[in-house]
């Protein structure tokens, strides 16, 4: 039995000369909840309308639940509920028309979870999504994508526009208990915080690549804040090796570091520095030196 | 450094956001010109090859008044599209009256410019002399006025009879400087007197005032309240919305929506032509005989209103301007062949009421004509005119559909573009050779056409049938389809319908590139959609 939900293999995409995605290989086991991080433009979206089958693949595959989402969407898109970053839904609906008209396209449509998120989301059934602000067409919009329990759950910038309450309580209680009951969700964001929280896996995208890709413990325990003393002034410490991502000047250097300890230890007694100290990270410092680091070159350079 | 250079005056601002209007909207611009100043040209083009295009003939003030109104609506439009909403500007650094005036000037510009060069196209080429200045400065005025109380009104339910109104009164205005209002046309407007300038300054002051007035009530949300229109549309909108709804599948629920959002639109455009033609024909020539005329003329032009229906009906997206297929309905589970079905059967049913409401008024004017005791037809009775006003509609609506369901904005460009380009070359072609090439050009091009079309129709078939889209039973039908329609249309030749000689052929070949249409869409629709939804 395909133990991944999404199987996406050396995926290609560009928009003229822009090149969103290059060579993206990923793979979103079933169950938990995937996080897909990136900045403005990494290519997350991207990633997502592919697995919708909104995009063909110029080159490489994309699989969802061992189907090729463009050649069979009643297929994949029957199991899949979508919350979309733009929230477009229909303005000229209204909530029980909306509700009505997405039932009729989902043999597992549950009418009373549905009755029950109207409620929680304090939706009126007879106002237009016209009238609904930002944060209530959000809500609007995950109705539909949950009601008919998915086995996949995509949201694409699910906080925006919602309210911390909501953020927090609600959004993040619904994906938790979705995980729970053995269903995934893949969503995408940048408010690392609430990815920390929720997220069983994660992969980081940066300009149309992944950076790292491993469940959320491996993640948090597999890196390290260093900071160390060199001996002698040190003018340029490019990353490399097991340093992703370096800061400082002369003889003072603050590195990130991805690996144990002892390998740690190991490295700098080979750079003949002294260990200051060693602090662990939190999603939001690996993502920065993940994404905001220089490109990768060997040696240092006194 | 001198702080000032910092902070760009309104003016620089102004000139900014032209510059930016006019490199955007480049494209639209030029083809409002050039289709809006097709009809006349082409319609000139028949005439003068039949020999019928006698300058000093009554009925040509008629058609010079005619053309002026479609050539100013047709670059109009795309003029408003170029200008925008004045609301894109309401955060920048302008005064109100700024805004309104770079909103309304260079478009009203542009309007009285188009209008007199192109009534100057025509007199070069057709050798008219037509007047230049009285239509054009008529339809600036009448521009501005659209202008001026679209920004004051915006989408209140007040801006139809308010603006309606307006135009109404402009329009009398400018048919009685061509003879009596409620006859016919007597005479050119050569001059424009000082009288006519007054009107057009003080029309002109009241647009600026009606607009700053928009302006400023809408750069601060306060929008012009309609409550009792506003109370009334809710209550009839609450007592249909109100409705439980049960949708059996999704092909049921897709086609409610498809209905719902798009079907009204070709039914709409026709409810609103025909009291226009109405309105027309009471303001030309009040006799019966010509208003049957007028609607049975109509009744071929529901093919020009039946294509913006279709392409209306293929947008797929959020917007005019994105046709893309938008996420909501791109991850619906619902398979591409019965969506494109379900469309195509919209598509039909929006049909089917344009043309019921077409032939109720034309049933409805004929038992006029009937009661009024008018003594003949302006034309015989002929069997195929019903059935081909019908297939026509249908083709020219599907082909929309199917060019607009690609959700590539490029191919309506493409295609206006080629439309243009080929008018352009008509036109040149036109005016520098014999009338003899001239004609067999425009005829060897038309041909050509129809053979496009055919190939078109071909392709999209053997493309579905290799997608398995169609089935190959389908393909033989349809085949049989064009087939017999093309020896009807063959048949119909026979009866000496037509001019002898070379040009039959190129007409019989541009009739069966237009026939084969009829069933273009059953292939294309599906592959159209396809490439929309995972593009």
């Not at chain 1, 009643?74 to 909530?95: K, Q």
């Not at chain 2, 082409?42 to 039949?50: E, N, P």
Request: aromatic share 10%; net charge positive; charged share 15%.
């Amino acid at each position: 039995m395909n133990q991944h939900i999404l199987e996406i293999h050396d995926l290609k995409r560009s928009y003229g000369k822009k090149v969103a995605l290059d060579g993206v290989s990923l793979s979103v086991p079933a169950g938990g909840v995937f996080g897909l991080l990136g900045g403005n433009g990494a290519g997350k979206t991207t990633v997502l309308r592919h697995t919708l089958g909104l995009l063909a693949a110029q080159s490489g595959s994309v699989r969802v639940f061992g189907l090729d989402p463009v050649a069979d969407p009643v297929g994949t898109l029957a199991r899949i509920g979508y919350l979309s970053e733009n929230r477009d839904l229909p303005d000229w609906m209204r909530i029980h028309q909306l509700i009505s008209y997405s039932q009729a396209f989902y043999p597992n449509w549950d009418p009373d979870y549905a009755e029950s998120l109207r409620n929680l989301f304090e939706l009126d059934p007879k106002a237009f999504v016209r009238s609904l602000s930002r944060g209530q067409r959000a809500r609007a919009g995950l109705l539909v994508a949950l009601a008919h329990r998915p086995d996949l759950l995509i949201l694409d910038e699910p906080s925006s526009g919602l309210d911390p309450v909501v953020r927090r309580d609600i959004l993040g209680a619904i994906i938790r208990t979705i995980a729970d009951e053995g269903r995934t969700v893949l969503f995408s964001s940048h408010l690392l915080d609430e990815v920390e929280r929720v997220a069983d896996r994660i992969a980081i995208l940066h300009q149309g690549r992944i950076q790292l890709c491993a469940r959320m413990d491996q993640v948090l325990s597999g890196h390290s804040r260093v900071q160390l003393r060199f001996s002698s002034a040190v003018s340029h410490f490019p990353p490399a090796g097991i340093w992703i991502h370096s800061e400082g000047s002369g003889h003072d250097w603050s590195l990130v570091a991805e690996a144990g300890i002892e390998n740690i230890r190991a490295e700098v007694a080979r750079l003949r520095a002294e260990i200051l100290s060693v602090e662990p990270m939190n999603l939001d410092d690996i993502f920065v030196a993940r994404t905001a680091g220089k490109p990768l070159a060997a040696g240092v350079r006194a | 450094m001198n702080p000032t250079s910092l902070d760009p005056s309104p003016w620089k601002i102004a000139r900014v956001l032209l510059a930016d209007m006019f490199h955007r909207s480049w494209i639209i611009l030029t083809l409002g010109f050039v289709g809006a100043l097709s009809l006349p040209v082409l319609i000139l083009g028949a005439l003068r090859a039949k020999g019928a295009l006698i300058v000093e003939d009554p009925a040509m003030i008629l058609i010079h008044f005619t053309f002026a109104q479609i050539m100013g609506m047709g670059f109009g439009a795309s003029v408003l599209h170029g200008a925008g909403a004045p609301s894109r500007l309401f955060t920048l650094p302008l005064t109100n009256r700024t805004i309104l005036l770079i909103q309304m000037v260079p478009a009203t510009l542009l309007v009285i410019g188009q209008t007199m060069v192109s009534i100057w196209i025509q007199n070069v080429l057709f050798k008219l002399y037509w007047p230049l200045l009285g239509n054009a400065l008529a339809f600036g005025m009448i521009f501005a006025t659209f202008q001026s109380f679209m920004t004051l009104f915006q989408k209140s339910a007040l801006l139809l009879p308010a603006l309606g109104g307006a135009l109404a009164l402009e329009s009398l205005w400018v048919k009685s400087r061509h003879g009596p209002i409620f006859s016919l046309p007597t005479h050119y407007w050569t001059t424009v007197s000082p009288l006519d300038w007054m009107v057009f300054a003080t029309v002109l002051a009241l647009c600026y005032a009606i607009g700053m007035h928009g302006i400023a009530r809408a750069r601060c949300g306060n929008e012009i309240q309609t409550r009792l229109l506003d109370y009334l549309s809710n209550a009839i909108s609450n007592f249909f919305g109100k409705k439980p709804m049960v949708f059996q599948n999704a092909v049921q629920a897709q086609s409610w929506y498809e209905w719902n959002l798009k079907g009204l639109v070709f039914p709409i455009i026709v409810l609103m032509v025909v009291p226009t033609t109405a309105v027309l024909w009471l303001f030309t020539d009040n006799t019966i005989n010509d208003l049957v005329e007028a609607l049975r003329l109509e009744g071929w032009m529901m093919s020009a209103a039946a294509m913006i229906g279709g392409i209306i009906m293929g947008n797929m997206g959020l917007s005019d301007a994105s046709m893309a297929m938008s996420p909501f309905l791109g991850t619906k589970p619902l398979a591409t062949v019965p969506w494109s079905r379900l469309l195509l059967a919209t598509a039909f049913r929006s049909l089917v009421w344009g043309v019921l409401i077409w032939v109720a008024v034309y049933l409805l004017v004929l038992a006029g004509r009937e009661l009024a005791g008018a003594s003949h037809m302006p034309e015989p009775f002929v069997w195929w005119h019903m059935p081909g006003r019908i297939l026509a509609a249908w083709t020219a609506m599907t082909f929309g559909l199917c060019i607009s369901l690609t959700g590539n904005l490029l191919h309506l460009k493409i295609l206006g573009g080629l439309y243009c380009g080929w008018l352009v070359t008509v036109m040149l072609v036109g005016s520098l050779t014999p009338a003899w090439f001239s004609e067999l050009f425009t005829i060897s091009t038309l041909s050509g056409c129809g053979m496009v079309l055919f190939s078109l129709t071909l392709w999209a078939w053997g493309s579905a049938l290799r997608r398995r889209m169609v089935e190959g039973r389908q393909a033989i039908l349809a085949g049989m389809v064009v087939t017999t329609l093309v020896a009807m249309a063959g048949w119909q030749w026979a009866q000496g319908t037509t001019p002898p000689g070379a040009t039959r052929i190129h007409h019989f070949l541009l009739v069966s590139g237009v026939l084969s249409l009829a069933v273009f869409p059953f292939a294309a629709a599906p592959l159209a959609l396809a490439s929309n939804r995972a593009r």
